[in-house]
């Protein structure tokens, strides 16, 4: 699977959009974009995939650049209850394939 | 629904002693089956994985093991519990659908070796 680039940390102030970059500038043709999140304690959370058209749901949108090497989740109101570690992974989606989770991104949400 | 149940939630264990963590998964046939463990303030690391009953892979060295003795079923265990088999142990499902993959976890169970 191709590796990703988050940064360890960010800030956000409740009721802002929060956007998240990931960097992976080694992605190949048939991989996917996964985000999950992390809250303290809990199980890993599914948010939104995508391969190569942004892609939007209740949760979040996924936005992905034209030459895929890089992608922005974006929470578009954040809340508190969205601090959490967010984890960007790309791999190829096909059953009995691993995914591993790499360091993510804290964001932690302030009032 | 699918739902994927996961016990015990914490554990506390002496060192030298068995393991055996228990995940099974209901609403769905034929699951991939994973173990992941999470050590304090760090990510993932994918131990064990399973494409079907008795089909175990392994990612990683380690006095630990996995069986899949039914389809919806997946058991952790170890013989004897090192200090170092502490953390965050997570355990999950995936179904391939219109070739994409998502992933579901469960609960968790914290381990503490002492």
């Known amino acids: 699977d191709a590796k990703t680039t988050q940064p360890p940390s960010m800030d956000c102030a409740e009721g802002r959009a929060a956007n998240l970059p990931c960097n992976h500038s080694t992605i190949s043709g048939n991989e996917y974009v996964y985000w999950y999140r992390q809250i303290h304690s809990q199980g890993p959370q599914y948010i939104i995939h995508g391969l190569k058209n942004n892609e939007t749901n209740e949760m979040a949108s996924l936005i992905i650049t034209e030459d895929r090497k890089s992608s922005t989740l974006i929470l578009p109101h954040a809340t508190l209850r969205d601090t959490a570690v967010y984890y960007c992974?790309?791999?190829?989606?096909?059953?009995?394939?691993?995914?591993?989770f790499g360091g993510g991104t804290r964001l932690m949400v302030k009032p | 629904s699918q739902t994927i149940h996961q016990w015990p939630a914490t554990l506390v264990q002496p060192v030298g002693s068995p393991l055996s963590l228990e995940c099974t998964v209901e609403g769905t046939s034929n699951p991939n089956l994973y173990w992941y463990r999470q050590a304090a303030g760090r990510g993932l690391q994918l131990l064990f994985y399973s494409v079907g009953i008795g089909q175990i892979s392994s990612e990683v060295p380690q006095n630990l093991s996995a069986s899949r003795p039914q389809d919806r079923q997946f058991i952790l265990s170890s013989k004897k519990l090192l200090l170092s088999d502490s953390g965050f142990y997570l355990c999950a499902w995936s179904v391939l659908v219109s070739g994409r993959e998502k992933l579901f976890f469960g609960s968790g169970t914290q381990l503490s070796v002492l």
């Open positions: 992974i790309v791999r190829v989606a096909y059953a009995g394939n691993m995914l591993t």
